[in-house]
């Protein structure tokens, strides 16, 4: 499975948007980029993920480059609930996906008020 | 959304004994799941597939006679930690991966087992 490189943790303040990258520099064509999120004590939650194409949802956008060796997770506001290791993993698609995710260390995020 | 339960939420027992955590999809079939294994301020370590109807696979260090996982229905995976030890303490949680054609994975609460 293709690696992700992460910072190990990022702070930021209330309200204010946040960027957190993920380095995906082996990634193959086949590779969808999948985030994931765990809060303290939880099971890990989808975020969000893409291919190409940057997305949006609910919760965040990702934004991809265009070499696709890097991505990036935008929290537009982020507040006291969004502390939380975020994930970044790389997911085979077609037959290469047997289902199974392969967590890194994430980054962690603090969200001072 | 689709739901994934585990049960007990916490467990303490004594060294030596055997403990039992059920992963359950509440609406949804699941012919995999998966278990990890999380240590304090680690990250998740996945541990096994369970497949239903046949033998989990286990990952590369995992010790089949410790971890024992029956995957009985379609809708229950378990997790029997045998003869537990105090290094054995730790998060675990289980997955069920997304249905064809979706992307989203989802993971029960997690089971904290403390040995002592």
Redesign the interface.
């Known amino acids: 499975d293709a690696k992700t490189t992460q910072p190990n943790s990022m702070e930021s303040n209330e309200e204010e948007p946040v960027h957190l990258p993920c380095n995906h520099s082996t990634i193959s064509g086949t590779d969808y980029i999948h985030w994931y999120r765990q809060l303290p004590s939880q099971g890990p939650e989808y975020v969000i993920h893409g291919l190409t194409s940057n997305v949006n949802n609910r919760m965040a956008s990702l934004a991809i480059a265009e070499d696709r060796k890097s991505s990036t997770l935008i929290l537009h506001r982020a507040t006291l609930r969004d502390a939380a290791v975020y994930y970044c993993i790389l997911r085979p698609h077609g037959s290469g996906n047997t289902g199974k995710l392969i967590f890194g260390q994430g980054t962690t995020l603090q969200v001072k008020p | 959304g689709a739901v994934?339960s585990?049960h007990p939420s916490r467990v303490i027992c004594k060294s030596g004994t055997s403990v039992k955590i059920e992963c359950r999809s509440l609406d949804f079939q699941a012919t995999?799941m998966?278990w990890?294994r999380q240590f304090p301020k680690q990250?998740?370590?996945?541990m096994a597939?369970s497949n239903e109807g046949s033998k989990a696979t286990y990952e590369q260090g995992v010790e089949k006679d410790k971890f024992l996982i029956n995957h009985a229905s379609l809708t229950l995976s378990t997790l029997t930690v045998t003869s537990a030890h105090p290094e054995d303490s730790s998060?675990y949680?289980c997955?069920a991966?997304?249905g064809q054609g979706r992307?989203?994975?989802?993971?029960?609460?997690?089971t904290?087992l403390t040995v002592l």
């Open positions: 994934v585990q995999t998966f990890y990250s998740l370590m996945l597939t998060f949680i997955s991966p997304p992307h989203t994975q989802y993971f029960g609460p997690g904290r």
